[in-house]
C-alpha cells in the first residue's frame, strides 16, 4: 500500500531527525570516552613510575604492616602536584605486579583477581615503556594498564601498573543510556511538532483537492484560495490553477453559448426554409387539385422559389465569410463616397418623400474616403442598410448620409430619425436571424440576416461596424474601414 505524501515526508523527516541524534550522541558519547580515558591515563602515569622505583620488599612491608592492599597509597599526580584534582575518582581496583626478565608476574598487589596481561618480556617492557594499554581481566572486565622498566627492584626487567576501567564504563553506560532516553524524547516530540507542521503546509493542497471535487462535480466557479504569500509554491501552483480554472470555465461557457447559437440557428433555419417550403407545396397540391388557375399558382411558387434561393445565397454568404481564411474578396481601390451617393439615390427612388442629408461622418460636407475593397460586397452593405432603414421608419423619416475620413479611417454613416431601438435590441440587431419586432411574418421583413451579413463582409475587409440607438432618436449605423492612400 502506498503511503499519503504526509506520511511519506514525515517518515523521511523521523528518520533523517532519527539518523542526526544517533550520530550527535555516538560522538557526544565517543568524545566522554576518550576524555575519560584520557584522565586515567594522567592518574596511571604517577601511579607507574612511583612503582617502579619502590622495590617489591618493600610492599611487602606495608602490607604486613597494615594488613591492607598498600596501592591505593602510593604516590599519585596529586601527591606530585599534578594539576588533577581528584586523581583517583575513576580508580576503583588498582593493581601492580613486577615482572621477571622471561614476563613472568613475580609480584602483584593489589585486585587479587587483577588483569590478564599479556607475556611482556624485558624487549617488550623497553619497546612500550609509558604506553597505556587496555587489557581484559579474568572476569571479562577491562583494565587500563601501563609498563615500565623496573628501576627500584633487581632481578625484575619492569613493573606493570593497572586500573579497572569499571567505574568508567559505568559512567560511559549512563550517558548513553540518557542519551537514548532523551533522543527518544526529543524524536518523539520533533515527530509530533513535524507532523503538525507537515499538516499546515500540505493544508493548501488539501483545499485544492476539495476545489478539484467540487469542479468535478460540475460547479466550474470554485477557485483555488491563494496563501497569504503568494511566492511560495502552493502560492504559485493556486495562481496556476486559478488561471487554468478560469480559462476552463471561459471555454466551456464559450463552447455552452456556441451550442446554443448553434440550435437556435438550426431552429431559426428551419424555420425561414419551412415557409417557402410550405408556399411552394401549397400552390403546387391547390393547382393539382384544381383550386387555382396555372398563372396565379406558377407566379406564387417562383415568388416563393426565388426567396428561398435568395435565403440560402445569404446563408452560403455568411458560411464563406465565417471561414478561417476569409471569403475570396476582390480587393480593388475604391471609394465610399460613390456608394455613399449611389444609396442617396437609393433612399430617393425608394421613397421620395424622404428628406435625404448628404454630409460628412460628424456633420459638414461630404468629403473622400479611399478604401481598398471589394465594391460588390460593399453595395451589398450599404444596400442592406438602405432597406433596412426604408422597412424599419414611417415614411417621410428624415436620413442622413455620411462619409469622410477620421483618425486614419474611412468612415461611411447611414442614420434615421425613426424610432429606434431599445438597449437589449440593440445589442442583438447583428445576430443571425434577429428581427427586432419578434415577428415570423414575411411581410414585416426578411429573414433577419441582412444585418450580420453587413457585420460579416465589414469584419472581412478589416473593419467594423456600429450601431447608435435609443428609443425614439432614431438609429445610426457607422462603418469604419482601414483608409487606403489616395
Known amino acids: 500500500m502506498r503511503l499519503s505524501l504526509r506520511a511519506r515526508l514525515l517518515s523521511i523527516t523521523v528518520a533523517l531527525l532519527a539518523v542526526g541524534l544517533v550520530v550527535i550522541g555516538s560522538v557526544v558519547v565517543r568524545q566522554l570516552e576518550h576524555q575519560l580515558l584520557t584522565r586515567v591515563d594522567a592518574q596511571l602515569a604517577p601511579m607507574s613510575r612511583a612503582l617502579s622505583t619502590m622495590p617489591p620488599e618493600l610492599l611487602d612491608r606495608l602490607r604486613a604492616r597494615t594488613g591492607q592492599e598498600p596501592l591505593g597509597r602510593l604516590p599519585t599526580g596529586a601527591d606530585q602536584g599534578s594539576p588533577a584534582a581528584d586523581p583517583l575518582d575513576l580508580i576503583t581496583k588498582g593493581y601492580a605486579g613486577y615482572l621477571s626478565a622471561g614476563g613472568a608476574v613475580l609480584h602483584s598487589f593489589g585486585d587479587p583477581a587483577g ?29 587500563r594498564a601501563v609498563v615500565l622498566p623496573a628501576q627500584g627492584a633487581t632481578g625484575h626487567s619492569g613493573v606493570v601498573a593497572a586500573v579497572s576501567l569499571e567505574a568508567l564504563q559505568a559512567t560511559v553506560n549512563r550517558v548513553r543510556a540518557a542519551c537514548l532516553v532523551a533522543g527518544s524524547v526529543l524524536l518523539a516530540v ?13 493544508a493548501p493542497l488539501r483545499r485544492v483537492e476539495e476545489t478539484a471535487a467540487a469542479i468535478a462535480g460540475g460547479d466550474l466557479s470554485r477557485r483555488v484560495p491563494e496563501p497569504a504569500a503568494p511566492g511560495t509554491e502552493v502560492g504559485r501552483l493556486a495562481r496556476s490553477l486559478n488561471t487554468m480554472l478560469a480559462q476552463i470555465e471561459q471555454g466551456v461557457a464559450a463552447k455552452v453559448e456556441s451550442e446554443a447559437r448553434m440550435r437556435r440557428f438550426v431552429a431559426d433555419v428551419s424555420h425561414e426554409l419551412r415557409t417557402p417550403l410550405f408556399g411552394i407545396k401549397g400552390f403546387s397540391e391547390l393547382y393539382r387539385m384544381g383550386g387555382t388557375e396555372a398563372g396565379p399558382a406558377m407566379a406564387r411558387i417562383e415568388s416563393e422559389s426565388g426567396r428561398l434561393a435568395e435565403l440560402v445565397d445569404d446563408l452560403l454568404l455568411l458560411a464563406g465569410l465565417d471561414e478561417s ?16 451617393a449611389d444609396a442617396r439615390h437609393d433612399f430617393a427612388a425608394l421613397d421620395p418623400s424622404r428628406p435625404i442629408a448628404f454630409t460628412g461622418p460628424s456633420g459638414g460636407p461630404a468629403a473622400s474616403a479611399p478604401v481598398l ?3 460588390a460586397r460593399l453595395r451589398q452593405v450599404v444596400s442592406n442598410l438602405v432597406g433596412n432603414a426604408v422597412t424599419h421608419t414611417p415614411a417621410g423619416t428624415p436620413v442622413r448620409i455620411g462619409v469622410g475620413t477620421d483618425g486614419g479611417e474611412a468612415v461611411l454613416v447611414i442614420a434615421d430619425e425613426g424610432p429606434g431601438l431599445a438597449p437589449e435590441e440593440a445589442s442583438r440587431v447583428f445576430d443571425r436571424f434577429y428581427r427586432a ?37 432614431g438609429a445610426a449605423f457607422e462603418i469604419r474601414l482601414p483608409a487606403a492612400a489616395s
Open 115 to 143: 588483569p590478564g596481561l599479556p607475556r611482556l618480556d624485558a624487549a617488550a617492557v623497553t619497546a612500550r615503556a609509558g604506553e597505556p594499554f587496555t587489557v581484559e581481566g579474568d572476569d571479562g572486565q577491562e583494565w
Open 325 to 340: 481564411d476569409g471569403p475570396g474578396l476582390d480587393l480593388t481601390p475604391m471609394d465610399l463616397r460613390t456608394l455613399a
Open 190 to 202: 520533533l515527530a509530533l511538532v513535524g507532523g503538525i507542521a507537515i499538516r499546515a503546509g500540505l
Open 437 to 473: 419586432d419578434g415577428s415570423r411574418a414575411r411581410a414585416t421583413g426578411g429573414a433577419g440576416l441582412g444585418l450580420a451579413i453587413v457585420r460579416s463582409i465589414v469584419a472581412a475587409h478589416g473593419g467594423r461596424v456600429e450601431l447608435r440607438s435609443a428609443p425614439g432618436r
Open 373 to 375: 475593397g471589394d465594391e
